[in-house]
């Protein structure tokens, strides 16, 4: 059955958009006609019709004319785009939401430069701004740092589990993805063993910088012991690795933030020598339940951006995808809780939150400090479980 075809008025008119919309689509080649009448005029057909209203959509979510193009290369079938449109509406509804929040720190707030204040807020409106500028600086990451260290139950801090799983030898070559501020490798900078090549890499230039400086400090014992560290400026969603280049590779809780996962794992694995491995953190689905459960019952408007992304890699989904690159892989748990009986311990810890908090707590942060002191005076200590775990891949 032949397709019925629409002149350009008649596809604007079953759009509901102008005729001049149409035009200016088919100049950026976005709308090109599935045919031409003899006299010049253009047709297009069901197709077109579909391919339309899937461009209108993509850009009333605020997407370029560049990304458009690029999305509806995706050749999916219509059931799939379906699905993607709407969680692409459910994340510009959430936006929305958190529009109409910052409209209501402004309405509230006695900051003599209010206009200022809701920009520093509109700029953090997408999870990928809020993790770019969460990282900026080490600053953030080392408050919970020291949450974890300070009221921790387990027999070993974090690092020395972690470092203790590596099992590094003389003379390896060893690349970590992500690698902040360096914490793994200063708390272990005597453990390393002689002759070993580290590269620490991050996205972040701030956060490379701090770890550089912090193991400078001991550059003549690394020199007296041949260990050489290089640092680089890599983002994991775009790595370009040498082939069978590393005896050992780690990713420290960061997966959870690449997008492109099966392109990174796909270079990692290809950057392993036959008898490396593959090293990488991440939480389970209980992990800080009680603070979440606590700070939600606060302000059920401060986000927790770290809790949705890691939904993407933890210890209870990790290995399905890690199994499409690795032959062998293990999952290790620490077993460990924090005991928190210090206020500013937790108040810190959340005030680092990326996203909103910060703006939240300069509003409510006495009420906070309160519910906290309450809750320490009338328990003793506020019980946090951990559930944080490695993977540990190879041949």
Known sequence: MEQKLYTAGELAKLAGVSLRTIRFYDVKGLMKPVSYSESGYRYYNQDSVSRLQRILMLKYLGFSLQKI???LQDDTDAKTQLVQ?????????KQLDEMITTIEFMENSNLEDNWGYLLRLMSLLTEEEKIREQY????????????HERYSTATKEWTDWVYERLNLCSGQSVLEIGCGNGQLWY??????????????????EGMLNQAKERISVYVDDLKERNIQIDYVIMDADELELSEET???IIANHMLYHVKNKEGCLAAVAQALKPTGIFCCATNGNKH????????AEFDDRIEMPNME???SFRLENGEELLNKFF???????????????????IYDYVYSYPGNSPYILEQRGEEFRRLLKERIEKEGSIYIQKDAGMFICGW
């Open 327 to 345: 032959k062998n892989v293990r999952c290790d748990r620490q077993d460990n809780a924090l005991i928190v009986d210090e206020v500013d311990a």
């Open 136 to 147: 900026v600086t080490s600053d953030n990451l080392e408050k919970r740092i020291r949450l």
């Open 246 to 248: 590393y005896d050992c």
């Open 288 to 295: 800080m339940g009680e603070l979440h459960e606590l700070v």
């Open 309 to 311: 992304i890691a939904i």
């Open 85 to 93: 449109q709407k969680e692409l509406l459910q994340a510009r509804r």
């Open 187 to 204: 708390e272990n900078i005597h453990n390393l063993p002689e002759g070993l090549h580290l590269t620490l890499s991050d996205r972040s």
């Open 69 to 71: 193009e690029e999305m």
